[in-house]
């Protein structure tokens, strides 16, 4: 994974921030889905790789516990997390069992999903 990653950071669309990110989200039946962060001058209209990589998978039908893992590097090649944003996406079609591989130059370090959004934005009765 490390090297499909590295080669999809070239694929980033960051010429404000130079902050590149590539997700690979693997589904539990082995399909693969691509992510990569796209920027935006309005920054607000800014799209987070492991959002690009989320909204792929749900758009072909995939859905809560379908997920199995997501793997993520930067071009910073240092442990760079996901942002509060995703996190909250993660809640919503994920359910917390589904490892975060980061990958860094000294190596890669695995998180539950869980771990990185203990009180998540859930609205009574929802499906999250």
Partial sequence: MNQKLNDLLSKAYA??????????LVTKDGRIFNGVNIENTSYGATV?????????????????????????????????????????????????DEDLIIYTDKGNKTYKLSTLLPYPFVLEGSHA
């Fill in 48 to 96: 987070c790789a492991e959002r690009v990589a989320i909204f792929k998978a749900i758009s072909e039908g995939y859905g809560k516990g379908d997920f199995k893992e997501l793997h993520l590097m930067s071009s910073s090649h240092q442990e760079s997390l996901p942002c509060f944003l995703c996190r909250q996406v993660f809640t919503e079609f994920m359910t917390g």
């Fill in 15 to 24: 010429p404000y921030s130079h902050f590149q990110v590539a997700v690979i």
